[in-house]
């Protein structure tokens, strides 16, 4: 069974300033999905940026970006110029490209910015 | 305009009880699914539908019985309702489940999520 783990419960940055969160996870498989989630304090779960497993290059979405590493299964989130509006719970999500598409989740971090 | 809507978004009850959360998406997709948040935060998947038909059902108590009458609606029915039950439950829906048709991965959307308590 794949599993997906954030090492980082608690992160915190200065507005503007540029913070990564970690991400690992465990599969046998080589074709999947990986998703990072945000959770403001509404409790919505919002879409941030997703990646497939069978492209090299790094997914961007604006100020977020991603580091995959696949051979080491590490799946970082980059959140540039970061923003009082960035505060959030955020989930690291797995995904397989075959069977039930079930998203598996890490613990999540908790991310502050101080003003 | 919303894509993924549950009602109710907060529900109290007693021990025992027996309640329903609903859930309707108006994006087209033909899969939904049902997550459980627990007061820890982790999400589990608990149960997944593709055009009316279950195909994930993980390991969750028999109390409780999802019921998709149409692709675009996903209910979870919980019956003699426990303290353990409480929590934040969210549905979210895809447009294609590549397990039963294969083609292309889409990205699951959720909804607002529906806190339930139970006293």
């Known amino acids: 069974a794949q599993t997906v783990t954030q090492s980082q419960p608690e992160m915190s940055v200065q507005e503007a300033e540029t913070v990564t969160l970690s991400c690992t996870y465990d599969t046998s498989e080589s074709d999947y999905y990986l998703f990072w989630y945000k959770q403001p304090p509404s409790r919505q779960m919002i879409l941030v940026i997703r990646?497939?497993?069978?492209?090299?290059q790094n997914a961007t979405e604006n100020r977020f970006s991603v580091n995959f590493q696949k051979a080491a299964k590490s799946f970082s989130l980059k959140i540039s110029d970061s923003q009082l509006g960035d505060a959030a719970m955020y989930f690291c999500?797995?995904?397989?490209?075959?069977?039930?598409?079930?998203?598996?989740f890490g613990q999540g971090t908790r991310l502050t910015i101080n003003p | 305009d919303t894509a993924v809507s549950q009602t109710p978004k907060y529900l109290v009850t007693q021990m025992g009880n027996d309640k329903s959360i609903k859930c309707e998406q108006n994006l087209g997709h033909d899969t939904m699914y049902w997550y459980k948040q627990d007061s820890k935060k982790f999400l589990k998947i608990m149960f997944s539908y593709n055009n009316k038909e279950l195909i994930i059902n993980e390991t969750v108590p028999n109390r409780f019985s999802p019921k998709s009458p149409d692709k675009a609606h996903l209910n979870l029915h919980i019956n003699s309702l426990e303290l353990g039950d409480s929590a934040v439950y969210f549905c979210?829906?895809?447009?294609?489940?590549?397990?039963?048709?294969?083609?292309?991965?889409?990205?699951?959307?959720f909804g607002p999520g529906t806190r339930l308590l139970v006293l």
């Open positions: 990646q497939e497993a069978y492209k090299q």
């Open positions: 979210a829906s895809s447009l294609k489940d590549a397990g039963l048709a294969g083609g292309k991965q889409e990205t699951q959307y």
């Open positions: 999500a797995y995904r397989s490209a075959q069977g039930a598409q079930k998203l598996v």
